[in-house]
């Protein structure tokens, strides 16, 4: 099996662990592929020189200071590939090397001829500028990614694929909303695993589809038993793809701070979601409640 990974090459670190300058690139790799192999593949399809040094950005697009990680053996490239599988552009493969690459120019402007076709935000195609790269904050308009494009690429573009290219990115950065609601009971499992007493519950629809989900930590369970005996309930709308509200239960403990209960996401207030969130607490403070 092939999949495709992000190379970052011929820029340098700085001193906060961030590299810069940089040019970008995507080679297809093997999933069995061993260390000097990939090693043997970069430096061949990105012309650079033997002694690259390989190491992969782990929080890429989220901080100013990058988590790197450095890849060197067998072990290594196979626990990278794995875990980019499905996520290749938000960790991207740093291959920095002391000289200049020699086909630099070449590429770059391979790299402008691209950005100058399409802003599908290709990651795997053309490169990332500086001034022009979507941050996990970013909360540029399409009005102002047009403006962007223009003024630092010096590509005209619509409003529609500024808008296209805008989706895109959110989506490579954030992941998929479908992906991450399927994601739900495995996350539960992990929670419940890593945190003892923890209660988690989720329904769904006749279609399939999420309805109600909730969750109560052990540590509040625990908690409970020196706060006020007065729980509180609100709710707050969710402003993502699918909408939704979520409910929330506190109480009062000791120094007068609030104390998060539990928590859960329903598809909308109504008496039906309300009255299963009520049910949900009391089956988890009802010897106290009463």
Known sequence: MFITIVV??????????????????GISVDMRVNFNSLVSLICEQLELDESVELSVLLDFGKSNVQIVVPIKKDNDVAWYLAFVKDATSRHPLVAHVSVDCLGMSSS??????????????????????????FMSTDRSIPKEIVHK??????????YQKAWRAKEHMVKILH????????????FFDKLVE????TC?????????????????????????????????VDRTF????????????SSQDGNNQIFPLAFAIVDSENDASWTWFFEKIR???QSELI
Not at 8 to 25: A, D, F, H, L, T
Not at 149 to 158: D, I, P, R
Not at 238 to 249: D, E, N, P, Q, S
């Open 8 to 25: 970052y090459y011929g820029g340098q670190w700085n001193r906060c662990n961030v590299y810069e300058n940089y040019s970008v690139s």
């Open 108 to 133: 770059s402007s391979s790299v402008q001829g691209n950005v100058d076709m399409s802003l599908n935000i290709d990651v795997c195609k053309k490169a990332e500028n500086d001034d022009f790269r």
């Open 149 to 158: 494009a223009c003024t630092n690429l010096g590509v005209n573009t619509s």
């Open 175 to 186: 992941g998929d909303t479908v992906e991450l609601y399927a994601l739900i009971p495995r």
């Open 194 to 197: 890593s945190n003892p007493g």
């Open 200 to 232: 988690t519950a989720l329904e769904m629809d006749d279609n399939g589809h999420f309805k109600f989900c909730f969750m109560d930590f052990g540590a509040s369970i625990e908690g409970w038993k020196y706060c006020r005996p007065i729980i509180s």
């Open 238 to 249: 969710l402003k993502c793809k699918f909408g939704g509200i979520r409910l929330t239960a």
């Open 283 to 285: 089956s988890r403070f």
